[in-house]
């Protein structure tokens, strides 16, 4: 089972777009509940509506991934897993077997259409050595397939 440890939205891009530029700050909200709204992405976030069938209309990032990253790399425990900029933080599934699958999600149904590969930000946005330790390991991007609503478990 698919549990949802942390959600995660942001208005505004911070690093998408800008190479050889500084990055954004546009702060990153923790929520307990968001709406997922079919081919157009979580309402309130940056990439709600940003092209049709876009590949990244969510994120997914695995829990068991963030805290072995922060062992390795020697991270700080405070560290947020918020700070990898992925809107869904999970326990308890390897993202990589959902690549090309349709999956649910506490009712809500996504296709996985990529991993979420790391890019040189990550370096920047979690520590050195963060973008080579996360390739094949940087989560999911999917595509929303039904209306409904993604909640912290307890």
Known sequence: ??????????????????????????????????????????????????????????????????????????????????????NVITEGVDLNTLVGTEFEVQGVRFTGTAECAPCHWMDTALGPGAEAWLKGRGGLRARILSDGWLRCDA
Request: glycine share 12%; with cysteine; hydrophobic share 40%.
């Open 1 to 86: 089972m698919i549990r949802v440890v942390h959600l995660f939205v942001s208005p505004g891009h911070n690093f998408f777009g800008h190479h050889g530029q500084p990055p954004d700050r546009h702060p990153l909200a923790e929520v307990s509940a968001v709406e997922c709204v079919t081919g157009q992405g979580l309402r309130g976030d940056r990439f709600f509506g940003h092209r049709e069938d876009y590949k990244g209309q969510i994120t997914f990032f695995s829990s068991e991934v963030f805290a072995a990253l922060q062992a390795a790399l020697g991270l700080s425990a405070g560290l947020s897993p918020g700070a990898t900029r992925r």
